[in-house]
């Protein structure tokens, strides 16, 4: 059966909470899910949005949607003091990982996004990125070269082109069988499209 592909943001708050929930969902219904991170900021230039607490109005609900969510879910949540923040280190980061062992990118990524969302560490700076990357097994210096290197920075950028041209645009964003999904929220709708054969 299909994947289901999952587009985050490291910066994105429900796309933190859709990671810590959708490995289990898929394995309720016995499907795969393949990571891909993204970068939200390509996104809303393409669109003409903004983080959700940089919108008047909008911001303070957002704010309070995020903590308000986490609880909901039972996911714990703290708002980090530096938000929103660039994620291209993470972002190349994992995809370095993903190549090398998935597991371990995967761990890479709830180890970051935790990080972020529980524990205020400002994952925009590269030398947190790598001691995270670090803690899951990586090898720091190896990926602090790769890091450097215009490669990986090509290779995001090709990756987030990709999600785009698939209609991507937000975080947390999931396609399963051409069908896209966009938003934590929208997970029992997944789930429900995975059960049924669609709707």
């Not at 911001?59 to 003091?81: K, N, Q, T, V």
Request: charged residues 20%; contains cysteine.
């Amino acid at each position: 059966m299909a994947p289901i592909d999952f587009y985050f943001d490291f910066s994105s708050p429900y796309g933190y909470l859709a990671s810590e929930l959708i490995d289990d969902l898929a394995a309720r219904h016995d499907r795969l899910v393949v990571w891909h991170p993204i970068l939200l900021g390509v996104a809303f230039k393409a669109t003409g949005a903004a983080p959700l607490p940089q919108i008047p109005l909008k911001g303070d609900y957002a704010l309070r949607d995020f903590a308000r969510s986490a609880r909901y879910l039972g996911i714990p949540y703290s708002h980090p003091s530096n938000f929103p923040v660039p994620t291209q280190h993470a972002a190349r980061t994992f995809l370095w990982l993903q190549d090398r062992d998935p597991d371990q990118a995967r761990a890479f990524a709830h180890a970051a996004y935790r990080a972020c969302f529980t524990a205020d560490v400002n994952i925009a700076e590269l030398d947190r990125v790598l001691g995270i990357a670090a803690d899951v097994g990586a090898n720091r210096h190896e990926l602090g070269q790769a890091l450097a290197e215009a490669a990986l920075k090509e290779r995001l950028k090709a990756e987030v082109e990709l999600a785009m041209a698939r209609g991507v645009f937000g975080s947390p964003f999931f396609i399963v069988e051409g069908e896209p999904f966009w938003g934590v929220d929208r997970l029992p709708h997944l789930e429900k499209w995975l059960a049924s054969g669609g709707f």
